[in-house]
Every structure is written in C-alpha cells, then in structure tokens.
C-alpha cells in the first residue's frame, strides 16, 4: 500500500506522559500535514512540513512539535499531555508543486487515536 | 483570519430527495473551495474543488461569492452518499477544514 500510513493506530497513556506520533506519506509525496480532530470538533490544522522545511504553522500547542525526516517521514511530538489532548491526530500528504504551496488535494491516513487518561 | 462554518451536524434525507449541504467561510483574498468525504471506514478523501467546477458523483458546488458560501448540491440521494462531509478553504499553504456534516441517506 502506497497510500499514507500512520503509527501507531491507537495508543493509550496517563497525563504529563510524551509520546510520538509517526507518518508516512504518500510515495512521492513532499509535503506532510498534521491535524488534530477532538470530540465534536472539526479538523484543526496544525503544521505543514515541504520536504523536510516547515512551511505552515496553526494552533499548535508549545508542548507539541514535529518534524520531517529526509526520508520524507515525519513525527509529531507530544509532551506534558493533558487529558484535552485526547483526539484523532490526521497526517495527510500531497504532491506539492515546485515552493511546496498546497494544491487542496490532500491524501489521508487513518489517524491515531491517543486517550490520554 | 479564514474560517469555515458548516451550520448542520447532521442532516437526514430519503432516498430520491434532494440534499444541500451548507457551507459559508470568511477570507479577505480570493477563496479556493473544496469538499472532502470520509465514508464509513474509509479515509477522508477529496470530493470536488470549485476551481475544477465539476461534477463528481452527481455532486455540484457552487462558489457564491456575494454570500460567501459553497453549498453542496445533489438532486436526488443515493444510501451511498451517506457519509460525512467537510467543506475546506485554502489560503497559503493551510487547509482550514468546516466543522463536519454528518448526512444520512434513509431508504
């Protein structure tokens, strides 16, 4: 399967606990982006990285950060977790013209689930 | 700052009735439109995008600027249009995706 593939599927851990969150994107693909879905809430977009440059950033806590590997993979990291920060966490990739700027078709995986108890 | 609304979290129809999935953002530049669909078990994927101004699945959208809004359309559902729907605008680099509409095709 070539499509975006995200580790691990589910992960279950205590408050003020750090864990990392895995991606890999599409074959080809240079851009990786990360959301976070809560209950009830919509997608929020947290960063965008373009072959290994962090290129947008949105409402993504201090206690949270990511990074893009030159393999193209990328991680978020989550640290001094509170119990909030329970939420499917989305990567999503895309082809990314030339500069990195988004097309608008982004290809998902299948998020992470993290309970944080 | 942009901002997508998508007003209904649910909508529910019968089979053969008409659907509009309503959407309505704010952005002071020139808005880039789309859709996305995740149907059950599957991954969000794109729908259609305004720029392309096509139809997909019997799906339409149209980009109305004076009332700032990008409602989807369909004239007659199908139980496998039964998903939930995310409209989203991008600027720069971000994707800025709606709260969600859960629509349910009855038979």
Known sequence: DSGVTQTPKHLITATGQRVTLRCSPRSGDLSVYWYQQSLDQGLQFLIQYYNGEERAKGNILERFSAQQFPDLHSELNLSSLELGDSALYFCASSVGPAGGQNTGELFFGEGSRLTVL | ????????????????????????????????????????????????????????????ADLNKGETSFHLKKPFAQEEDSAMYYCALMSGNMLTFGGGTRLMVKP
Do not use: D, M
């Open chain 2, 1 to 60: 700052a942009q901002r997508v609304t998508q007003p209904e979290k649910l909508l529910s129809v019968f089979k053969g009735a008409p659907v509009e999935l309503k959407c309505n953002y704010s952005y002071s530049g020139s808005p880039e439109l789309f859709w996305y669909v995740q149907y059950s078990r599957q991954r969000l994927q794109l729908l259609l995008r305004h720029i392309s101004r096509e139809s997909i699945k019997g799906f339409t």
